[in-house]
């Protein structure tokens, strides 16, 4: 009996447990995916670059397995408050108070086990998309590697089926601590600490200045260093949640002020409802606030590392290629490929020196980087005095009066590629009448600098190649070109591009969920006072209008906090990346899309529970 009554009770509540579902579902699949390319040997094997990039997914279990953990305690919790009365009813029905907690806590291994079924199904098809999709990118093929990972199912099974079972528990112990008669008035009960006259006031402006505080240190964080990133932390957690505490019910009191707008339609009742469950909302809006900032903040970080590849990489190499004695087939590459800059240096080395051609030097002088700013370049404007040697040593401060100057000593040195040993050699710069008389091998150094390093990537990695069958004494990691660089900027930034947006993704689908289950919960309450106005006259049609305008009201005030906190808090992202507001546009509307969704939703079957079906 008991059963049946709970299938029951279940199947009135489907739509809910289907959302929770659907949350559970999500955060198992990315999870798995998550944990498949940071352990598949077949994956990390496949190339170098992807040992680099292992930590960013690991980074991207750990923090989505937190949010998780919390997530599902809170939506159980939900549900258990859901049906609180009718569990009570049960009880006073005859039902032992150990056996409904008892079908509680298998209710919730159901669920648990069917969204992990479904989860890990979804994916491996995520991980084996993914994959492939991430190995095109890095330009490789990863023999062997398939979605369905063994030890990534384990490890997904394990987790989440521990936090179903103590999440099943806490809910258990709760219903067992509960009396029956709490059970049955469950939805009579008002959560929230009201905050009053200049109280009031005094907090919401301490929080105006929290935030203020915060904002301005990510701005500044250039100066403020990684004392800026803790205050801002601690400023604009503690603002976010004061604010949401103390000036959300100003301001719905200031609306209920306004007698134009109040007098209109059903605004009263609309703010009247608003002010009611506002202050058991508050904490909950302030954590969605706080969520919308991580979840769009990991897409926007995402996009921002990927996009500035280019930009840190020439911050290490200006030139896109340097070439030491250029064979014939490295030469058809590189009149290839069009250069906006190109130009040749002889030299010659003997077992001292490598000598440069003064006139040659000076013709075309090199471009540095500018020591007052990184991000630019400048052209070299020392002298360059014949007969200079480089300052590598302090005995050349007494044999030699001539030193190469500072910006001509790190353009050269630039130029030189490490595995060929020539930095151990001292430069030497001579003129056009001591070069004949020097005796040595001699060659030409060729760079060149393009407009778009990134679309000749073929021809870097061929001339990479190149260099290994030229210099048999060398090996792959010993070349320190460019492309090497770019290489490696580029595959940690697509696994961060895919943790980013992943992470970010099920960072907003959750909090959206959160919201949504926190407005349902208290919906039960609302239905007498739907009631009541419906026998006053108000029509189906007003009171429809008046629930899209208050929750809409509930989901605005925290995206527009959160975008906020996303608009300021990307800044941070500038320790690491060159421009970190990149398209900051896309997760902006990325989050504005799962976030209608949920609204719409939540109106749907928030209104499906106040409002009776016509018929």
């Known amino acids: 009996m008991l059963f049946k009554l709970s299938m029951s009770g279940l199947k009135s509540k489907q739509k809910d447990y289907i959302v929770l579902l659907v949350g559970l579902v999500m955060s198992i699949s990315i999870f798995y995916m998550f944990q498949t390319l940071a352990l598949n040997k077949a994956f990390l094997e496949a190339n170098s670059m992807i040992d680099s990039i292992e930590f960013v997914f690991q980074t991207g279990s750990v923090l989505l397995a937190i949010l998780t953990f919390f997530y599902i305690l809170y939506a159980n919790s939900f549900l258990l408050s859901l049906r609180q009365k009718e569990f009570g009813m049960y009880m006073m029905l005859g039902a032992k108070k150990y056996k409904v907690a008892l079908f509680m806590f298998m209710e919730t291994i159901a669920i648990g086990t069917a969204s992990l079924v479904i989860g890990t199904i979804a994916g491996v098809g995520l991980a084996q998309g993914i994959g492939q999709l991430l190995m095109k990118q890095l330009d490789f093929s990863g023999e062997g590697y398939i979605g369905f990972y063994v030890p990534s199912l384990v490890m ?50 301490f929080s105006i200045i929290l935030l203020g505080i915060g904002y301005a240190s990510m701005m500044t964080l250039d100066k403020l260093k990684e004392s800026g990133i803790m205050i801002a932390m601690l400023c604009t957690t503690g603002g976010t949640y004061m604010l949401f505490a103390s000036v959300l019910p100003l301001l719905i009191k200031k609306l209920q002020g306004n007698k134009k707008y109040r007098e209109k339609g059903i605004n009263a009742f609309t703010l009247a409802q608003l002010n009611f469950r506002i202050n058991q909302l508050a904490k909950v809006l302030a954590t969605v606030a706080m969520l919308v900032a991580l979840g769009a903040g990991a897409i926007s970080g995402g996009m921002a590392f990927k996009n500035n590849v280019i930009k840190s990489t020439e911050r290490f190499e200006i030139y896109d290629t340097v070439i030491y004695s250029p064979t ?38 090199p471009l540095i980087h500018d020591e007052q700013d990184i991000g630019k370049v400048k052209r070299v404007s020392e002298n360059l005095p014949a007969g200079a040697v480089s300052n590598d040593h302090q005995e050349n401060n007494v044999n030699n009066k001539k030193i190469i100057p500072d910006e001509w000593d790190t353009a050269l040195r ?39 390093f990134a679309a000749h990537i073929r021809e870097w990695k061929k001339l990479d190649q190149l ?39 099920a960072f907003l689908a959750m909090l959206a969920s959160c919201l949504m289950f926190k407005i349902l919960s208290g919906a039960t ?56 507001y990149f398209r900051i546009w896309t997760p902006i509307v990325i989050f504005l899309i799962i976030y209608s969704a949920y609204y719409f939703l939540t109106v749907q079957l928030y209104k499906g529970i106040v409002l009776p079906k016509e018929g």
């Not at 809409?552 to 970190?580: C, R, S, T, Y």
Request: hydrophobic share 45%; net charge positive; charged share 25%.
């Open 328 to 365: 014939a087939e490295e030469m058809n590459i590189l009149n290839s490929i069009p250069f906006n800059e190109k130009n040749e240096y002889r030299y010659k080395v003997d077992n001292q020196f490598i000598y440069y051609v003064k006139e040659d030097l000076e013709k075309n002088r």
């Open 525 to 580: 309450t609302d239905i007498k006072r739907y009631e009541m106005l419906r026998k006053m006259g108000v029509c189906s049609k007003l009171l429809t209008k008046s629930i899209y305008k208050e929750l809409f009201l509930v989901f605005l005030i925290p995206a527009i906090v959160g975008i906020a906190h996303v608009l300021f808090g990307i800044k941070i992202f500038g320790f690491i990346v060159i421009d970190p």
């Open 156 to 205: 997904t099974c394990i987790f989440f089926f521990s936090i179903f079972v103590l999440s099943a528990l806490i809910n258990s112990v709760k219903l067992s601590r509960i009396s029956v008669l709490q059970l049955v008035h469950a939805d009579a009960h008002v959560k929230g600490a009201v905050m009053k006259g200049k109280v009031n006031v005094a907090v919401a402006c």
């Open 414 to 452: 630039s130029l030189q590629p490490a595995y060929l040993n020539y930095l151990d050699k001292q430069i030497k710069i001579v003129d056009l009448h001591m070069y004949p008389h020097i005796k040595g091998k001699k060659g030409i150094v060729f760079f060149g600098k393009t407009d778009d």
């Open 467 to 505: 260099q290994l069958d030229k210099y048999e004494h060398i090996k792959a990691e010993d070349i320190l070109s460019k492309y090497k660089i770019y290489d490696e900027f580029s595959a940690v930034a697509s696994g961060t591009v895919f943790m980013g947006f992943f992470l970010g993704i």
